[in-house]
C-alpha cells in the first residue's frame, strides 16, 4: 500500500467516523415525543392532503447544484 492509498484510506475512515458521531448527536438532540403529544401535534398541524400544489416550487435542481 502506497501513501496515496494510505492517506485515502484514512481520510475515508475518518469522514465514516465523523458521520457516524453527527448522526449521534443529532439523534440525542431531537426530542422525545410521546404518543399523545404527537396526536396533538397531527391535530394542530395541517395534512398534505389539504396543501395546494400550486404554492410549492419544486427546487430539486437548486438543490443538485
Same mark, same amino acid.
Given at each position: 500500500? #502506497? +501513501?496515496?492509498? *494510505?492517506?485515502? &484510506?484514512?481520510?475515508?475512515?475518518?469522514?465514516? $467516523?465523523?458521520? /457516524?458521531?453527527? *448522526?449521534?448527536?443529532?439523534?440525542? &438532540?431531537?426530542?422525545?415525543?410521546?404518543?399523545?403529544?404527537?396526536? /396533538?401535534? *397531527?391535530?394542530?398541524?395541517?395534512?398534505?392532503?389539504?396543501? #395546494? /400544489?400550486?404554492?410549492? $416550487? +419544486?427546487?430539486? +435542481?437548486? $438543490?443538485?447544484?
Amino acid at each position: 500500500m #502506497n +501513501d496515496e492509498q *494510505l492517506a485515502s &484510506l484514512i481520510k475515508k475512515s475518518i469522514r465514516e $467516523v465523523i458521520q /457516524e458521531e453527527r *448522526l449521534s448527536i443529532m439523534e440525542i &438532540l431531537i426530542p422525545y415525543v410521546s404518543k399523545k403529544e404527537m396526536d /396533538e401535534i *397531527l391535530q394542530k398541524q395541517p395534512t398534505p392532503k389539504i396543501f #395546494n /400544489e400550486s404554492e410549492f $416550487v +419544486d427546487m430539486t +435542481d437548486w $438543490v443538485k447544484k
